[in-house]
């Protein structure tokens, strides 16, 4: 248990015993010709264990829980449950290094550990910005503002489909995340169109998946998959040969380009590379230069590849934009974004980091992201180009991934074919 939680636990500690001694004094006076020769042991046995959330205590404190509403402040929750407005400006300045609480987000939740003797007291105060974290405001005799981890247990996961809509349709039909959508899009975007697709076509995938208290909060990583398109099979295998996970085919070579294929999550391109293209703003013929992908209004934007950001900011034009340069050879650009992700000019990213999100700033009739690619320095067609391929398996790994492949292959002809009326099947 936390440190800071030593005073309570030690006041739990004292209930516990107290209601020990009531319960042997009861006890006793209810045997009359009899006599107990009950251990402590036995008493505790019959005790009822203190129950926890958070770390904390349960049996000292009521509670309340909710979720953030619109324009809801930190004051607005707290002073109900009596906290002084010098405790409330304390508590905004000390939480401004760890997660401040004028960062509360509509409809995050939130609960209130609270004591009701005369008057409500609230003793803290804890916030879930996410599935993986949670911060606790403490508020009783030290204030003290602290940000925990849930523990992530990594479960390993299997799933096979056939193709009778879309690739989209097959995962999410059968409860699949819209992350594993877009990790498949990802392994095969440049192996295979998933916009043209064929019925009948079928996939297998192993995967990890990330679970807090039970519940699914996200996927790992693609351990292997196998994807059978108009009767060829695709194999994919995830393997580390020192400098992290990279796919490869069965002969060893890599399966991805250094460049994903849709830097906007599954998303489809509503124009292309055209020199000569009317806007449809300017009504002028114009050229453009870039591959725009229609996406819904918040919809994540990913780095392209791994690189350094070198610009980003607003021009009447482009809106927000960022701009990336990852190497002598090639730059990326990201423009007409609602917002920006959490990177900054001068940040180094990889390729997949959120580094904005879908919008329609600047010169812009509808939500998409406008992709720039630059090669030596001149916009190209991002679609046409002979991108370079990750790094290729070194020949000192042969021998343990060919090991990889025999057991990955293995897992992968035990998951079943046996397509249900729905087209899917799932298992652990």
Not at 142 to 167: D, H, N, P, W
Not at 254 to 272: C, G, N, W
Not at 377 to 385: K, P
Not at 391 to 400: F, G, N, R, V
Request: aromatic share 12%.
């Amino acid at each position: 248990m936390n440190k800071r939680f030593a005073g309570v636990a030690g006041a739990v500690a004292v209930l516990v015993v107290a209601a020990l001694l009531v319960f042997k004094t009861q006890k006793n006076r209810g045997l009359e010709a009899e006599e107990t020769d009950l251990s402590a042991e036995e008493l505790v046995e019959e005790a009822i264990e203190p129950q926890f959330k958070f770390g904390i205590p349960l049996d000292l404190f009521e509670i309340e829980e909710g979720r953030i509403r619109r324009n809801q402040t930190f004051a607005d929750l707290l002073f109900p449950f009596n906290l002084s407005n010098q405790d409330i400006f304390t508590i905004d300045r000390i939480s401004k290094t760890v997660h401040s609480v004028r960062n509360l987000v509509v409809g995050k939740p939130y609960t209130i550990f609270y004591t009701n003797d005369s008057i409500k007291r609230a003793s803290y105060f804890v916030y879930e910005p996410n599935d993986l974290e949670y911060v606790i405001y403490q508020l009783d005799d030290s204030l003290a503002v602290f940000k925990e981890e849930r523990q992530v247990e990594v479960v390993e996961k299997t799933m096979s489909g056939l193709i009778t809509v879309s690739l989209d349709h097959a995962i999410r039909e059968q409860g699949g995340s819209p992350a594993l959508v877009n990790a498949m899009a990802d392994l095969y975007g440049w192996q295979l169109d998933m916009r043209a697709l064929f019925k009948g076509d079928w996939f297998k995938v192993i995967y990890e998946e990330r679970v807090v208290d039970g519940q699914p909060v996200g996927i790992g990583n693609i351990i292997g998959a196998e994807f059978n398109h108009r009767g060829n099979s695709y194999m994919t295998y995830a393997y580390d040969q020192g400098d992290g996970l990279n796919y490869f085919d069965e002969e060893g070579m890599s399966a991805q380009k250094a460049f994903l294929r849709f830097p906007v999550e599954y998303s489809r391109i509503s124009s292309r590379y055209n020199p000569n293209r009317f806007h449809p703003v300017l009504k002028r013929r114009t050229p453009h230069l870039g591959t725009d992908f229609a996406a819904d209004r918040g919809t994540p934007i990913k780095a392209a590849g791994d690189g350094v950001i070198i610009e980003r900011g607003f021009t009447k034009g482009n809106g927000n934009y960022v701009k990336i340069k990852h190497n002598g050879t090639y730059t990326t650009g990201y423009l007409h974004m609602s917002k920006f992700g959490k990177y900054k000019r001068g940040d180094k990213v990889r390729k997949g980091d959120v580094i904005g999100y879908v919008g329609k700033t600047g010169l812009a009739t509808g939500y998409h992201l406008c992709f720039r690619f630059w090669k030596r320095g001149v916009q190209v067609d991002f679609l046409r180009e002979e991108l370079p391929a990750e790094t290729p398996l070194k020949a000192e790994h042969k021998i343990p991934f060919e090991a990889v492949v025999s057991l990955t292959n293995k897992k992968l002809n035990d998951i079943p074919k046996t397509w249900g009326s729905k087209g899917i099947s799932a298992s652990n």
